[in-house]
């Protein structure tokens, strides 16, 4: 069994284990009161004293880079042992500096409500360390997720027990076949309904993570409620259009860019289309 590592998402995650951001409670005066290393117990802090005390973030402290390769060593060592794997069995993947997604986005930037600076400091010696040590594929005008999802996906269609994807992402749920979430070291399979479904549930609810709108008050729960006991996409695709056609001015056009937005490749150079071929042709 092929594993497919979404190396995106571990560089986050060993990057931000290795600091820790400081918040700071000031009084009235501005005069440092105390030191947190969680933003919660400042607050709670702020609640008990009261009169004028004040959050401030402060500084990120910062471990040794050795630290942060260390966690991704033994993240991965972990989710290999897990599987009854090697890292012969295994392909990285990370995200390259460009994506199509920013040029197919016009009703809200792509990831735009992202603070820039909220990076692990150490994600850059990460990267590297992942190209020396893994066999690493590194993403083109596309994301890792992209990737992840078309090399997963022309293995399963072969044989649906060859290979898993290992992430904490649910967006790849949208892609059929075993996955494993390496945090919570469960293992899972999703069926291609159920991959078909839930990429028809985000284009309902939108992504926040990724700053793409779906339909107005729209979340889990309504849009699980508008697909319920539909079986084919056709039936979910209607209810989506429909959604659209109510919620945007030009709501064919709103739902083909948000579609292409969320939808994960399942083959090379993909690009989402409805599955009315009418609509392409009415929104373009």
């Not at 997720?145 to 022309?154: A, P, Q």
């Not at 898993?164 to 390496?182: A, E």
């Not at 609810?205 to 508008?226: E, F, R, W, Y």
């Not at 695709?237 to 292409?260: K, P």
């Amino acid at each position: 069994m092929h594993i497919h590592f979404d190396g995106d998402l571990l560089v986050y995650r060993a990057g931000f284990a290795a600091e820790k951001q400081q918040w700071l409670v000031r009084d009235p005066a501005g005069d440092l009161e105390a030191t947190y290393t969680t933003k919660r117990e400042a607050t709670h802090t702020v609640d008990d004293l009261g009169n004028g005390y004040y959050v401030e973030k402060g500084e990120r402290l910062v471990e040794p880079v050795e630290n942060a390769l260390h966690n991704v060593k033994r993240l991965v060592d972990t989710a290999l042992e897990n599987l009854g794997a090697t890292e012969e069995d295994m392909t990285m993947y990370l995200s390259g500096s460009t994506n199509y997604r920013e040029g197919v986005a016009t009703i809200k930037v792509y990831k735009g409500n992202r603070d820039a600076s909220h990076k692990p400091v150490h994600g850059p010696a990460i990267r590297e360390y992942m190209k020396r040590h893994y066999t690493t594929l590194v993403s083109e005008d596309e994301e890792a997720d992209d990737l992840v999802g078309y090399s997963h996906y022309n293995m399963w269609v072969h044989d649906d027990q060859s290979s898993i994807i290992c992430t904490v992402d649910k967006d790849l749920d949208m892609i059929p076949g075993l996955h494993y979430n390496f945090v919570k070291d469960h293992s899972y399979y999703v069926d291609e309904y159920s991959a078909d479904r839930w990429f028809y549930l985000q284009l309902l609810m939108g992504d926040s993570t990724d700053n793409i709108p779906g339909i107005p008050q729209v979340g889990p729960a309504k849009a699980s409620k508008l697909l319920e006991g539909l079986n084919s996409i056709d039936d979910m695709y209607q209810v989506c259009r429909e959604a659209y056609m109510d919620a945007y001015d030009d709501g064919l056009a709103a739902l083909i860019e948000n579609a292409r937005l969320l939808w994960i490749r399942r083959q090379p150079n993909e690009w989402w289309v409805p599955p009315w071929e009418e609509d392409l042709d009415a929104a373009e």
